[in-house]
């Protein structure tokens, strides 16, 4: 499965290598495209697959969650600025320890994807985070918390091809450039781009289609789509990452 799917970013990716060949001396062109490549990375391309299936289930349902995406994307960029900042810092000795970790954070992606799934479905009743909840601060339970958290944890989940982007490609631009410590939270952002495109697409079309956005059926139906899409997708990346 692994293997399937990183033929499939390959191919998706390769023009996009060969652009980047082009612009090897420009840092801030290369961290953009770093990250776009980045994005289509086995690890990402399926945390993107999911986000976009989460967050687009919100939109056609009328929440407002725009603001939930920028908190998504703003735990993306905080991570992956940490982590160019701890690396520049510490050096390859860094590199070295964190891919101790960044497995055990990936193989756990695809079981917490199912979970969101049987969640969305009502087939798996979380009732002990309601009791959790009531422990922490009002603010730790709002959406934009838990959209932050989400980003974070996506960015956490390095695979072999994102972990090569991110310390042997990019960190030798951060190390060459003025403006260095700028560039892993520019590769964060970029990682994000194909999420916002699509988001902005099902936004735009929903836009045209008031009666759907006004039917409560059809967001229920939304949601067990994108329950089973979940599903799919964490059960996919569980028979990937724990070699199943």
Request: with cysteine; glycine share 8%.
């Amino acid at each position: 499965m692994y293997s399937i799917l990183s033929t499939i970013s390959q191919w998706i990716s390769e023009p996009l290598t060969h652009f980047l060949q082009h612009y090897q001396h420009s840092a801030l062109v290369m961290a953009v495209l770093l990250g776009l490549l980045g994005a289509l990375a086995p690890c990402q391309l399926t945390g993107n697959i999911s986000a976009i299936t989460f967050y687009g289930n919100r939109t056609l349902q009328m929440k407002g969650n725009w603001q939930e995406i920028l908190c998504f994307i703003l735990g993306k960029v905080v991570v992956f600025s940490g982590l160019g900042l701890l690396a520049w810092l510490f050096g390859q000795s860094f590199e070295t320890k964190m891919t101790l970790y960044f497995p055990m954070f990936r193989k756990a992606l695809g079981p917490l994807m199912v979970v969101t799934g049987l969640v969305l479905l009502g087939l798996f009743q979380l009732n002990f985070l309601q009791r959790l909840s009531a422990l922490f601060p009002s603010v730790v339970k709002e959406g934009k918390v838990g959209s932050f958290l989400m980003g974070a944890s996506f960015s956490i989940a390095f695979c072999p091809t994102m972990f090569v982007l991110f310390f042997a490609w990019l960190m030798p631009l951060v190390a060459s450039a003025s403006y260095g410590l700028l560039l892993p939270s520019i590769f964060g952002i970029a990682t994000s781009m194909p999420l916002l495109v699509m988001l902005l697409l099902i936004y735009l079309l929903d836009a045209k289609r008031l009666v759907l956005r006004a039917s409560m059926k059809v967001g229920r139906v939304i949601q067990i789509v994108a329950g089973l899409l979940l599903i799919f997708i964490g059960i996919t990346d569980t028979i990937t990452y724990w070699r199943i």
